[in-house]
């Protein structure tokens, strides 16, 4: 079953770009960069010459030779028996953290021989192949996967008309009441259910809960063993698995900022700095720092030794802490479990679905403790957005956020219906991307 992903138009803008370069797409292991881009070639070209590095000694010789780009051509078309065309083939390399010299023979192929589209792909490739490699800096374009965001998990259950309703460059505000329910009852499943394309595949065909939680718990136990395997010693995989273990329990406090004494007595910031670093380029976790001033670029402003941690997926974050899933015929229950943890992971998700926004949160110490979960840069615009996990909308911490620094619009985000009230917009978890995306359509 193949499902539709946004990512797939910016493959095709990549491929009719009068500067293209090498391509690498980024992302965590199993959110479907192997999937898409094997789609990507199926559509848009007329053959696609694909190569797994795992475990390929013809490979491994092949780059450890020379760069010469006329030799690999002629290695990649006996390997894949394929006549490499420059106009009409897409090369694709998989799996080149096994091959780390491949990596390098991407600065060739853009300075050599920029005709060729070549795209590669590789799990924790922001960590493995930077040791004893040199990497094409400049010479190569990027692309970030990550699990299918709500809208592409609704076209996955069918739901075309649906994802058309809420991703509409208006909102109508009376169509969106009458599936209001409908969608929540889709955003509580996608809590559960998550991004990975395995799950989702699952779900969209058997939906069973039951099958879905045994294939995320494998996902998780994948990702534990890789803790071990990428890295050099014991005692940096234990610290990596202390650092994720954590995450869950962090996000449930009170105040959400990562707190090091948490992971265990006594454990200070340089400790734990390069496995947190370590999961980040992994693509495992997110990274949100507190926001010093509101002021633009945020970024500038940010605090990077003030921060909150956020799973790589929803649905992985309710394996983690087991969400039973009779919480998502309990009202809105799944959304008020553990803090509300899981409708701030959601939140962050669906606002970075597209890649362009900063995004940090902010609070302000003292008596109140007022926190806003995400401020959003989007253009010239700082917007806070406020994520309730109860229709109760009182929000006293954004209150104190606007009064303070006087926003040209705010957003409070939870279940409750889309409202406009002044500059304060009520925006439901299903509305919130397409809600900064026509904000920066209107810029």
């Not at 078309?77 to 390098?104: G, S």
């Amino acid at each position: 079953m193949y499902m539709y992903r946004q990512k797939i138009e910016d493959l095709k803008a990549w491929q009719k770009s009068l500067h293209r370069k090498p391509l690498i797409v980024r992302g965590a292991r199993q959110v479907g960069k192997t999937e898409l881009i094997k789609e990507f070639g199926r559509t848009q070209y007329q053959q696609t010459a694909y190569v797994n590095l795992d475990n390929n000694s013809r490979m491994v010789a092949l780059f450890g030779g020379d760069f010469d780009v006329s030799r690999l051509i002629q290695g990649l078309k006996a390997e894949t028996n394929v006549d490499i065309e420059p106009d009409n083939t897409l090369i694709v390399l998989d799996e080149i953290q096994e091959v780390p010299k491949a990596l390098t023979a991407l600065k060739y192929f853009c300075e050599n021989a920029p005709q060729y589209h070549i795209v590669v792909a590789g799990s924790l490739l922001g960590v493995a192949t930077h040791q004893g490699v040199s990497f094409p800096v400049g010479k190569v374009d990027y692309l970030e996967l990550a699990p299918l965001s709500f809208r592409e998990f609704l076209l996955a259950l069918g739901e075309k008309h649906l994802v058309e309703m809420i991703t509409s460059l208006s909102v109508d505000q009376e169509l969106l009441t009458s599936f209001h329910d409908r969608l929540i009852d889709y955003i509580k499943a996608y809590c559960y259910v998550g991004g990975m394309p395995e799950v989702v595949v699952s779900y969209a065909e058997q939906r069973s809960w039951n099958e879905v939680r045994r294939i995320q718990n494998n996902i998780l136990f994948d990702y534990a063993n890789d803790f071990s395997k990428h890295t050099p010693e014991a005692s940096f995989a234990r610290r990596i698995e202390q650092v994720w273990r954590i995450i869950p329990s962090q996000l449930a406090k009170e105040n959400a900022k990562f707190v090091f004494g948490m992971i265990r007595a006594g454990a200070r910031a340089k400790e734990y700095e390069l496995a947190l670093a370590w999961l980040e380029e992994a693509g495992l976790i997110r990274r949100v720092n507190r926001l010093e001033a509101s002021r633009i670029p945020i970024m500038s402003y940010a605090n990077a030794s003030a921060f909150k941690l956020y799973h790589l997926d929803v649905g992985l974050l309710a394996a983690m802490v087991r969400l039973d899933e009779r919480v998502l015929l309990e009202g809105n229950q799944v959304f008020t479990e553990f803090r509300g943890s899981l409708a701030e992971q959601l939140a962050l998700q669906e606002l970075q679905v597209d890649g362009g926004l900063d995004i940090c949160y902010w609070a302000m110490d003292g008596q109140s403790r007022a926190e806003v979960e995400f401020i959003v840069q989007t253009g010239s615009q700082i917007v806070p957005v406020e994520v309730k996990s109860e229709i109760n909308l009182r929000a006293k911490s954004l209150a104190v956020y606007m009064n303070k620094y006087q926003p040209r619009l705010a957003v409070r985000s939870s279940v409750a219906n889309y409202k406009k009230t002044d500059n304060l917009y009520d925006v439901p978890f299903y509305l919130l991307n397409n809600f900064f995306q026509n904000i920066q359509n209107t810029e």
